[in-house]
């Protein structure tokens, strides 16, 4: 649909660069840049670098939450929550929690407009009607994630030419917009062929695709595309620590949960310590991304020592089957195997 291999690497803020996603489009998958974490300067450096070093297609992602509603009482009762673990890293509780991830806005819209990337992707909605008309100018095609069949059905509407639909299982933030409770949203293969049937666009599966047979399984379901995250983490592509690498090593079918204690939305990733003690999930979050950077100054201490007790270790359930290879040969290998099940050679008699 947007190349060779119907593999789209998704994009993880804060555990990638434009290594991996060049890796992915020179293997003929489409490649992705996370941007929500970049500034505009960076953005565009980052976007230079690739286009640098591929000719084929990739993709650009943003996020696109509303701005959080600072309420100091919130993030002092946070703090105030948190105090005994500053205190056992030696730090002095921060002062306030800052946002680490900015949403879309007119600066990036700019930087769409001047790099032109081929497709742009967006997280948790879609961007106000007049920055989605300004990026739709550039022929760029236009993907976003639905975690319900409603929240597809309403960016059918809004005319994105892709629904990437995420089931419960994916790793990373929940792509929710609609709908905030969880229970409600189901997992990749009930929600799938709902959505594909709901929908006259193509249809993306994202959620613990880990080889050949969570491909061929999507495809079947109705998927035209999938989209692949956590399969990419111990490649040597990624920008992930040897902490989260090693904890990817040991990961078994039960090892993530559902988590807000890092950013203040739900996400999945590796059970650590601070979410059997705090979670995962708990009401006293400060909103969206406002919890970052108290959790962050934590899992620097910690990770100081070698332990990953606060770190966001993103992670889909499908962590078990991540091997450690070469992003290019990964995509090539997923896709050989995807085919040899959905085309089998026949037997002879």
């Not at 650009?60 to 509303?66: D, E, G």
């Not at 930087?111 to 879609?126: A, I, M, N, Q």
């Not at 929710?176 to 293969?189: K, N, S």
């Not at 989209?227 to 090693?246: E, M, V």
Request: proline share 7%; net charge negative; with cysteine.
């Amino acid at each position: 649909m947007f190349s060779t291999i119907p593999i789209i690497q998704a994009p993880m803020a804060g555990a990638q660069g434009p290594e991996l996603c060049i890796a992915v489009c020179e293997a003929g998958g489409l490649g992705s840049l996370p941007c929500a974490m970049l500034t505009p300067q960076t953005a565009r450096e980052q976007i230079a670098a690739v286009r640098s070093q591929t000719r084929a297609p990739f993709n650009v992602n943003f996020f696109v939450h509303k701005p959080p509603r600072a309420d100091a009482d919130i993030e002092r009762r946070w703090l105030e929550r948190l105090s005994p673990y500053y205190a056992e890293a030696g730090l002095e509780c921060a002062s306030e929690a800052g946002p680490a991830r900015a949403p879309f806005d007119d600066a990036m819209c700019a930087v769409v407009e001047e790099t032109r990337p081929p497709v742009v992707s967006f997280h948790f909605g879609l961007p106000e009607e007049s920055l989605l008309a300004r990026v739709k100018a550039t022929g760029a095609k236009i993907l976003s994630s639905a975690t319900t069949v409603a929240e597809a059905c309403w960016l059918a509407e809004r005319g994105v030419d892709a629904i990437i639909a995420q089931g419960r299982e994916a790793g990373g933030h929940r792509g929710m917009f609609l709908e905030e409770d969880i229970d409600a949203q189901p997992g990749l293969f009930a929600l799938l062929p709902q959505i594909a049937d709901a929908v006259s666009i193509p249809v993306i599966a994202a959620g613990a695709i880990a080889d050949g047979r969570g491909i061929a399984a999507a495809f079947m379901l109705g998927a035209a595309t999938v989209q692949i995250g956590t399969a990419f983490l111990p490649t040597p592509q990624a920008k992930i620590s040897d902490l989260h690498r090693a904890a990817l090593r040991e990961a078994r079918d039960n090892a993530t949960r559902l988590t807000n204690l890092y950013t203040g939305r739900p996400a999945r990733g590796l059970l650590t310590r601070f979410m059997r003690e705090q979670g995962p999930l708990n009401r006293e979050t400060p909103e969206f991304p406002l919890a970052a950077a108290a959790a962050a100054a934590l899992r620097a201490a910690f990770e100081a020592r070698g332990r990953t007790d606060f770190s966001p270790l993103w992670a889909g359930e499908a962590a078990a089957l991540a091997r450690e290879e070469d992003a290019g040969e990964l995509t090539r290998r997923l896709w050989r195997e995807a085919q040899e099940l959905l085309n089998p050679v026949p037997m002879r008699a």
